[in-house]
């Protein structure tokens, strides 16, 4: 079916859901930990709280999505656990006992590992049914996140940290409707669904292990900015305001990267030399953020997010494009972002809660060391595999 633009009712609704959904991530990713700051949490306590919800978005990005196709209905699921997060986000407010918070923390966990896959499912679907150009509608989540972390980092600075709070509230409200009415909620279930020997089968392969290693360690480095760059930033005198527009400055890079020259960046270094250029700029620019840089070069280091993320999650969606048989690559993803990647993640925030308190800004060497991994793994990947052999 020929590729139409965006701009018709199930491309609209497509890119409507995406913007809901990454509206609640551009006020939760760079100013929750201010919200558990401001409710009374330390600084460690922060950290292993991040990190323990990290765990259950582990299990939560691979469970929920298999929910959702075994009972053949993304829609429901997708409005369903985006209801649950409006609430449980709402109820934040109420408590004020660090164990209900902590079980509020892992609760939540669930959401966006939940949402995001079976979004990205509905939207490939819809894109494919009514014929309308997939990425233009996906960038919209992208620009979305951006605009929340302007508006919300704004909006606090007048009215305080709870407005991130209901900001996430109100988009996961309408998460629901876009969601329950996605254009792409046709049976989409494949006819000979994976078995659970083949996932292993690839899981034994080295390549694609050597591959979860390149990846994942260079995707996770970026574990200790989630957990404490918006804090670190505070702490050294960064305005909340000025904090939301650094992370927006990052997503808008990303975005500009992947829609003007991703295609470029594939081509010319292929899916293990992005993912390669991902690892050695995250070297870099963990290394300078040891430093704790200010003004200009904040700037330039949020800018490095197109390579250091963007560049990777590109060179991995083209590797198991090329090297992961057609049937099994969605389960291939989500081993990857789901397991893998949470899991180290988690290692990497579990760590960090431990060795902020102590050292600050130099506990981006973590990230840095994490990116050297992966940079050794890239190189290990690059000799093994020769661009274009299946893995099995």
């Not at 075994?70 to 409005?79: K, P, S, T, Y």
């Not at 079976?118 to 509608?137: E, H, M, N, Q, V």
């Not at 704790?292 to 949020?302: E, H, I, K, R, T």
């Not at 988690?346 to 994490?370: E, N």
Request: with cysteine.
């Amino acid at each position: 079916m020929p590729r139409n633009p965006v701009l018709q009712p199930a491309g609209i609704r497509t890119a409507l859901t995406y913007a809901a959904i990454f509206c609640a991530l551009g006020a939760h990713l760079p100013f929750w930990p201010l919200w558990l700051s401001d409710w009374g949490l330390s600084e460690a306590e922060i950290g292993s709280f991040t990190a323990a919800g990290m765990v259950i978005r582990v299990i939560a990005g691979l469970a929920v999505p298999a929910l959702a196709d075994r009972i053949d209905n993304r829609r429901l699921v997708l409005a369903g656990v985006a209801g649950f997060g409006a609430i449980a986000f709402a109820v934040h407010g109420l408590l004020d006992d660090r164990t209900l918070l902590m079980l509020a923390t892992l609760s939540t966990g669930v959401v966006f590992a939940g949402m995001i896959p079976i979004a990205d499912a509905l939207g490939g679907a819809a894109a494919r049914t009514a014929g309308f150009s997939y990425a233009p509608a996906r960038s919209m989540g992208s620009l979305a996140f951006l605009l929340a972390s302007l508006g919300v980092g704004w909006l606090i600075g007048k009215y305080g940290i709870v407005v991130a709070q209901w900001w996430i509230v109100v988009s996961l409200a309408l998460t629901i409707w876009f969601g329950a009415t996605h254009p792409g909620g046709g049976k989409v279930r494949q006819s000979v669904p994976p078995r659970f020997a083949d996932l292993m089968q690839l899981l034994s392969e080295k390549r694609f292990l050597v591959f979860i290693g390149a990846i994942g360690f260079a995707q996770s480095s970026h574990a200790v900015l989630y957990a404490y760059g918006s804090l670190h930033w505070r702490a050294l005198g960064v305005d909340e305001g000025v904090i939301g527009q650094l992370w927006a400055f990052a997503v808008g890079v990303e975005t500009l990267l992947m829609l003007l020259f991703g295609t470029w960046l594939i081509r010319r270094f292929g899916a293990v030399g992005a993912i390669t250029v991902s690892a050695a700029a995250g070297i870099v620019r963990w290394a300078i953020m040891m430093t704790d840089p200010s003004g200009a070069m904040l700037w330039v280091l949020q800018g490095f997010h197109s390579l250091t993320f963007a560049a990777g999650h590109l060179g991995g969606i083209a590797f198991i494009a090329a090297a992961v048989p057609e049937r099994l690559a969605a389960s291939a993803q989500g081993m990857f972002s789901s397991a893998i990647g949470g899991i180290l993640v988690a290692l990497a925030m579990a760590g960090a809660a431990v060795i902020y308190p102590m050292a600050g800004g130099l506990t981006y060497g973590v990230s840095a060391v994490m990116s050297a991994i992966g940079l050794i793994f890239a190189i290990w990947l690059g000799r093994i595999w020769n661009g274009g052999q299946t893995v099995r």
